[in-house]
């Protein structure tokens, strides 16, 4: 949701996948989350673990926005699909500045969860609010869990996310500021 780069059909730990293995014989269970998460039990134990090449596809991203002002922030080089970093391509080479982009994304992603990111994506999302987000994987999880690794789609977090969208039309939006006015 704040990383063109991540890519969450890739994420997926149930317990199906975790037994498939790879051409070598290897499972996912030697990675580092699953090894801590059963060493320590922990609900919420997350790694940052990265293709060493590139991915599969970008995402879509909605406008950050600026609780403060009422404003959109503007995208940077990173940030914006249409800058010379992803033309022509379905997902770049990964540089140090990607990988530093996905570590900054885990960070406002981290912010959004406890509701207090000053420059949020999630505003202005199809989900509009933090509690629609984790509507939504729960409302996707059962899927999940049983190793569908297609449960959203690259523009799943777009805010024109149509299907999306619809399930929580009646959440109220932020009002934009446009050109020093109130939208």
């Given at each position: 949701m704040n990383c063109l780069n991540f890519d969450m059909n890739e994420c997926n730990f149930s317990d199906k996948i975790m037994a498939i293995k790879d051409r070598n014989g290897q499972s996912r269970e030697g990675s580092s989350r699953v090894a801590l998460a059963k060493a320590t039990g922990?609900?919420?134990?997350?790694?940052?673990?990265?293709?060493?090449?590139?991915?599969?596809?970008?995402?879509?991203?909605?406008?950050?926005?600026?609780?403060?002002?009422?404003?959109?922030?503007?995208?940077?080089?990173?940030?914006?699909?249409?800058?010379?970093?992803?033309?022509?391509?379905?997902?770049?080479?990964?540089?140090?500045?990607?990988?530093?982009?996905?570590?900054?994304?885990?960070?406002?992603?981290?912010?959004?969860?406890?509701?207090?990111?000053?420059?949020?994506?999630?505003?202005?999302?199809?989900?509009?609010?933090?509690?629609?987000?984790?509507?939504?994987?729960?409302?996707?999880?059962?899927?999940?869990e049983t190793g569908n690794v297609n449960v959203v789609g690259a523009n799943h977090f777009a805010p024109s996310n149509t299907k999306v969208a619809k399930a929580f039309a009646n959440t109220p939006g932020p009002r934009i500021k446009l050109n020093g006015s109130a939208g």
């Open positions: 922990l609900t919420y134990c997350y790694t940052l673990e990265f293709n060493y090449h590139s991915g599969r596809r970008i995402n879509t991203l909605a406008p950050k926005y600026h609780r403060a002002t009422g404003s959109i922030e503007p995208e940077t080089e990173l940030t914006d699909p249409q800058s010379k970093i992803y033309a022509n391509q379905a997902s770049p080479a990964y540089t140090k500045e990607i990988f530093e982009d996905c570590g900054r994304a885990v960070g406002a992603a981290l912010l959004d969860l406890i509701d207090d990111n000053p420059v949020s994506r999630i505003p202005l999302s199809c989900y509009r609010t933090v509690n629609n987000v984790r509507t939504d994987i729960l409302n996707n999880l059962q899927k999940y």
